[in-house]
Each structure stands twice: as structure tokens, then as C-alpha cells.
């Protein structure tokens, strides 16, 4: 609160001290609860107490009345700049202007672009600012002559614009509150992940909420007993570790009685969103507020719920539209190598340390430009493609022992091109950009040589798609390291000696480090039961 007590006779303080508002509560305070703001912009201190004695039993809904004073328009300003949830401000006119009320109205409205604070005009000169002028010219919200403002005038005015200043914050939080379930709602239609999609969730239910509420995300699988902690944040984050929802939590009870009745629970401290999705799946969401949920609040929420369960269906649809995706390719990549039984998972292996590596990547920061999310994301789908081509290589060229003829080699490394050509062509049945996309570029790709002495156009260097230039050195590494129809397998020294030896001849010299890294921090990725270190 501002006071002018210098500016203030002894004999005017008492009325003052008398109605000193009490000191706001230390702590988050529900908005439903807290004071109601009021700012007395008078240059008059006698205004001032005679207002404060006036209002020093008012209460509106079970709250009280805190009371701000200023004595000039640029020092309102100024406390309303810094103090955004003041409700009313009671208004003169003249004060270091003539015109000095008028100018913070307008500044109010269009400087401060607060739109929701009732502003009451008093003024103890109406000729100085006839009252149908003001009310056209100036966004105020009523207009009183200081002589016709009694004690119980003043109550009706201040009661009046408080509970229109509620009404339009219960507008504004729902208005803002949906436009943070649109935002929501679209961010979690991207999300592939059900671990993202949960944190996703409870970030988008923090926002609404407009505090950082801790929250547990729960899924129910049909047939399991306990409810499955998908995500978990704030104090709670260490119950996503856990398998289910332990037993004895404090949560426990809510998320369980939710899910037996089949309906939301708000028991605070704990509230349990209760969701069930069309694909007949159920989702828990707790959330912790500091302090009881609004009817507005819940309302929100439920009707974000229903985004969720939305989304949630697309998510799970997505699942299995992606994994019956990598089945039909994996049938595809076991095609190619059906005629070659030593090959063994050489194609899932492939896909393992390909995704593997472009994550490396992506955290050593190697090639921003070209490593996007959408490549990381495809190239272990597209790059169990990568010989795909061989389908169209004769049994006596794929399977011949040892080593081929110069008219052999021709005929095998035709596979290069036959690949990317069959992908390509189903790459344009797809609108954008597909793991087709990056299946052809690997498999037309993968045999080029960083250097520009590879197979089939003799790219060279960042010319080489990168999804290429990592499945080669992927398909090298995994061949050496298993037998072929035309070699024994080699000792793993053997290959990485091969590997850092080709690295900026045949391979890039970025994706062999990222991949030394990998089996460094991972050794099984060299499969040890079959080559000693």
C-alpha cells in the first residue's frame, strides 16, 4: 500500500491506522480466496481515509476488500502496472492535471491493454468533465459526483464493479484456459510416444491450471490389476520408475476409486481426471494444486479430458498403423535375403545400430542441416530397405563363394540402383516425405563412397544422402563382424582397424566416430559371444 503520511496531519491518521488492511497471507492463495483489490486515486489524503473508513467492513463472496492509495495519475500507473489483478479503481479527476484522471483511463485501457478493471470516475468538479462526454469519450465503467457518493452509495458502486470484474475474469480464464486446450490438444496429436504423450499431457493440465501442479498420469491395460504409471512430475516424478501405482500412496485410494466408479474425483488434494478413450482404454490423471479446484477449473479440465481420450485413440491407432508398417518392411527386407540363409538378422541388426547412431549424432551435434527429427524418427524403418535390390540379383551372383567376376560384380551391384528405383516409385504414391523417401536414398546410396570412388553414380562426400552415408558404414561394420557366403566372419579388432582405416575414404568420418562411441558405451553391439576383443 502507498501512503502520503508526510503529506498527512497527525489529526487524519487516526481514521488510517484504525483500517490498516491486515498483512496478506504468507503462500499461494486460491484466486477464489484472495483480497479483493481496490485503488483509491485521489490527491485529496482526507479522500483517502473517509474512502477507507467507508469500506473497512466490506466483503464480497466471503472476501475482504484490500485497499491500494495513490495520489497522482502517474503514480496509479504505476501500481497498476505492477499490480494486475486490482479489480476497481476509484478515480478523481483533477489532480496534478485537470485532466490528470481522464489520462490514466486511457492509459489503462490502451498502455496497459487491461480491459477487465472496473474504473469508477469520481470527481468533485463535474463542469471540469461533464459526465455524457466522459462516458462516450473515456472505457470507464461509471461516473459519480464526490457529493452524491454516501456510505451506502459507495457500497453499491464498489459491490457492482466487483461482481462485474468477476464476471469478466471467469470470461477471461475460460477464454485463455481453451485456448490452452486448442494449443494442447494440437501439440499432442504430434506426439508418437506414449511416455511423451503422458508428459505432454500433464504439462498442458499444469498450464491450465496456471500453477506448476505435480501430477501422475496413470494407464489401465485391460486384464491388469494395478494401474500403470506412465508419467509422473514435481514431487511424484520418482513414481515413474515404478511399475504400477504402489498401493500404499497417498494417491492410491482417488486413482483407484476413479477408476471403480468410472468418473472424475476432486477430493483435495488429490483430483483424478478419469478418461475413457473409444478405443476402450482408460486413462487416470492426478493433479496436487495448492489449493482447491474451481467449478471453471474443473469444467476446463474435463473438457481438455476429452481432447486427451481423443488423442490418446489417434496415438494408439498410430501404434499400430507403425507397427504393422515395420512388419510389412521387415517381410519385405526377409524376402531379399530369403535365398541367402547365412545372412542371419543382418537386416535387424542393421535397423538397431542405424537408429542407434543417428541419435549419437544428433547428441555430438554432427550435421544439424541435414540430421532433422524426421530422419532420425525414419531411418531405422527405412533402413532395413537398404537391400532391398537384391531381389532382381540371380541365385549364381547373390550366393557364389568367393570372389566374382568383373561381369558378376556389374550384375550385383545393379542391386543399388533397383532398389532405389522400386522405392522411389512407391515413395511417389506417399504425400511428403516417407520412410520410403529414405529407403530409396539408403538403398540407391549406401555402396557411394565418401571419397567419390563408390557405386552406382560416384557421389562424393555431404553429396551422399546422409541416411546413406550411415547404413554404410552400418552394413560394413555388421558384415565383417558375420559370415558370408563368401568370408569367414572377422575378429572385432580386425573391424574397427578396417573401419578407422576407411574413415574419409570410404565412409564419413562423423558417422564412424559416432558409431566407435556407441560400442564403446555399448559393447554387445559387436555381438562379443561371436568375436573376442
Known amino acids: ?37 481496490v485503488l483509491i486515486v485521489d490527491d485529496d489524503v482526507d479522500v483517502h481515509a473517509v474512502t477507507r473508513l467507508a469500506l473497512r467492513n466490506v466483503s464480497f463472496k466471503g472476501r475482504e476488500l484490500e485497499l491500494f492509495s495513490a495520489y497522482s495519475g502517474q503514480e496509479a500507473y504505476e501500481i497498476l502496472r505492477s499490480t494486475p489483478d486490482i479489480a476497481l479503481v476509484l478515480l478523481d479527476v483533477v489532480m496534478e492535471t485537470d485532466d490528470a484522471g481522464l489520462i490514466l483511463a486511457r492509459r489503462i485501457r490502451a498502455e496497459l491493454n487491461n480491459a477487465i478493471v472496473r474504473v469508477v470516475l469520481r470527481t468533485g468538479q463535474p463542469g471540469q468533465a461533464p459526465e455524457q462526454r466522459v462516458i462516450i469519450e473515456y472505457d470507464i465503467n461509471d461516473y459519480k459526483a464526490k457529493t452524491e457518493l454516501t456510505t451506502q452509495k459507495l457500497f453499491t458502486t464498489v459491490i457492482s464493479a466487483l461482481r462485474a470484474y468477476e464476471s469478466l475474469m471467469m470470461l477471461e480464464r475460460s477464454r485463455i484456459g481453451l485456448g490452452k486446450i486448442l494449443a494442447g490438444a494440437t501439440n499432442l496429436y504430434q506426439i508418437h510416444s506414449l511416455r511423451e504423450f503422458a508428459s505432454g499431457v500433464l504439462n498442458q493440465v499444469s498450464a491450465i491450471l496456471d500453477v506448476g501442479a505435480d501430477g501422475v498420469l496413470c494407464l489401465m491395460q485391460c486384464g491388469s490389476g494395478r494401474p500403470e504409471v506412465v508419467a509422473a512430475t514435481g514431487s511424484y516424478a520418482a513414481l515413474a520408475d515404478a511399475a504400477n501405482m504402489p498401493p500404499d500412496h497417498a494417491l492410491t485410494s482417488t486413482i483407484d476409486k476413479a477408476f471403480a466408479e468410472k468418473r472424475s474425483q476432486f477430493e483435495h488434494p488429490a483430483n483424478v481426471l478419469f478418461i475413457h478413450t473409444e478405443s476402450k ?10 489449493w482447491p479446484l474451481a467449478q471453471i477449473q474443473r469444467d476446463l479440465l474435463e473438457v481438455f479430458c476429452q481432447r486427451i481420450a481423443a488423442a490418446f485413440d489417434n496415438l494408439y491407432m498410430f501404434g499400430q498403423l507403425r507397427k504393422a508398417q515395420e512388419a510389412t518392411v521387415v517381410a519385405l527386407a526377409d524376402l531379399a535375403e530369403f535365398r541367402d540363409s547365412d545372412t542371419g538378422g543382418h537386416v535387424r541388426r542393421v535397423q538397431q545400430l542405424s537408429d542407434a547412431i543417428a541419435r549419437r549424432m544428433q547428441q555430438r551435434g554432427a550435421y544439424p542441416d541435414e540430421l532433422t527429427a524426421q530422419l532420425i524418427d525414419m531411418i531405422g524403418l527405412a533402413s ?3 537391400d532391398v535390390g537384391k531381389v532382381a540379383t540371380p541365385d549364381a551372383v547373390l550366393l557364389k563363394p568367393g570372389r566374382h567376376t568383373d561381369e558378376e560384380r556389374v550384375q550385383m551391384q545393379l542391386h543399388a540402383s533397383v532398389g532405389r528405383t522400386i522405392l522411389e516409385r512407391a515413395a511417389n504414391m506417399v504425400d511428403g516425405v516417407s520412410y520410403l523417401t529414405y529407403g530409396a536414398q539408403i538403398a540407391g546410396s549406401h555402396h557411394e563412397h565418401f ?12 553429396a551422399i544422402p546422409l541416411a546413406a552415408r550411415i547404413v554404410a558404414v ?12 563368401y568370408k569367414e566372419p572377422w575378429p572385432y579388432p580386425q573391424v574397427r582397424a578396417y573401419i578407422e582405416e576407411r574413415s574419409g575414404k570410404q565412409f564419413d568420418p562423423e558417422v564412424v566416430a559416432a558409431l566407435l562411441e556407441l560400442i564403446a558405451d555399448e559393447p554387445a553391439l559387436w555381438h562379443p559371444e561371436r568375436n573376442s576383443p
Open 451 to 462: 571419397d567419390g570412388a563408390g557405386y552406382p553414380q560416384g557421389l562424393h562426400g555431404r
Open 474 to 485: 552400418v552394413d560394413v561394420f555388421d558384415a565383417l563382424l558375420h559370415e558370408r557366403p
Open 1 to 37: 500500500m502507498t501512503d502520503r503520511n508526510a503529506d498527512a496531519d497527525a489529526d487524519d491518521n487516526w481514521l488510517l491506522d484504525e483500517d490498516e488492511p491486515a498483512a496478506a497471507p504468507t503462500g499461494l492463495t486460491a484466486p477464489e480466496q484472495r483480497l479483493w483489490r
Open 384 to 386: 532395413i530397405l537398404h
Open 281 to 290: 482404454r482408460e486413462l487416470a490423471i492426478s493433479v496436487t494444486p495448492p
